[in-house]
T-cell receptor
Framework: GAGVSQSPSNKVTEKGKDVELRCDPI?????LYWYRQSLGQGLEFLIY????????KSGLPSDRFSAERTGGSVSTLTIQRTQQEDSAVYLC?????????????FGSGTRLTVV | QKEVEQNSGPLSVPEGAIASLNCTYS??????FFWYRQYSGKSPELIMF????GDKEDGRFTAQLNKASQYVSLLIRDSQPSDSATYLC????????????FGKGTKLSVIP
């Protein structure tokens, strides 16, 4: 597509429920990133996918978080047993290739609220 | 711990003035530097990137890099109210690295 597409744009969930967030990167972009932005905080790296290589999961905050990328395109970030501290905007980004010489293009984000 | 530091602001400038946004980084080996603009409730948008020491100009925006001082700045000339946003500095720590480290951003307010 023309840009990075994320869905849903907003999600309100009850504490303890599981949620899935979806990202569709720019067509042809092999690298995909998930970041989290909490109120008043900077962008926090979560996970990185590049082609068919094993993902870099080093930023995932706990084992309740997981992500997959099917067919080298669409990615799903899953949060199990959500907690209130998971409330944040989850941003997906993609880039052409694995080197960020030209920066990322971000999607519009999913605002997650855990009540 | 690789860090990117920015003054959180708010930085207020009158319309038509030059806005100067500053960023320092801790990793001396950092290779490339980015400025993103983020309007309230929106996602970050890349506006400038710079790799080499010196100035890089694009329209009303000038990015300045001083690797010896580990300092990067963004100048916005003839500031407009539409420039009011949070500006995020991001650093690529090295060749072949894919992860950007972001500062927390500086909030700019351009007063009409």
């Amino acid at each position: 597509g023309a840009g990075v597409s994320q869905s849903p744009s907003n999600k309100v969930t009850e504490k303890g429920k599981d949620v899935e967030l979806r990202c569709d990167p720019i067509s042809g972009h092999t690298a995909l990133y998930w970041y989290r932005q909490s109120l008043g905080q900077g962008l926090e790296f979560l996970i990185y996918f590049q082609g068919n290589s094993a993902p870099d999961k080093s930023g995932l905050p706990s084992d309740r978080f997981s992500a997959e990328r099917t067919g080298g395109s669409v990615s799903t970030l899953t949060i199990q047993r959500t907690q209130q501290e998971d409330s944040a905007v989850y941003l997906c980004a993609s880039s052409l290739g694995g080197q960020t010489n030209y920066g990322y293009t971000f999607g519009s984000g999913t605002r997650l609220t855990v009540v | 711990q690789k860090e990117v530091e920015q003054n959180s602001g708010p930085l207020s400038v009158p319309e038509g003035a030059i806005a100067s946004l500053n960023c320092t980084y801790s990793d001396r080996g950092s290779q490339s530097f980015f400025w993103y603009r983020q309007y309230s409730g929106k996602s970050p948008e890349l506006i400038m990137f710079i790799y080499s020491n010196g100035d890089k100009e694009d329209g009303r925006f000038t990015a300045q890099l001083n690797k010896a001082s580990q300092y990067v700045s963004l100048l916005i000339r003839d500031s407009q109210p539409s420039d009011s946003a949070t500006y995020l500095c991001a650093v690529n720590p090295g060749a072949g690295s894919y992860q950007l480290t972001f500062g927390k951003g500086t909030k700019l307010s351009v007063i009409p």
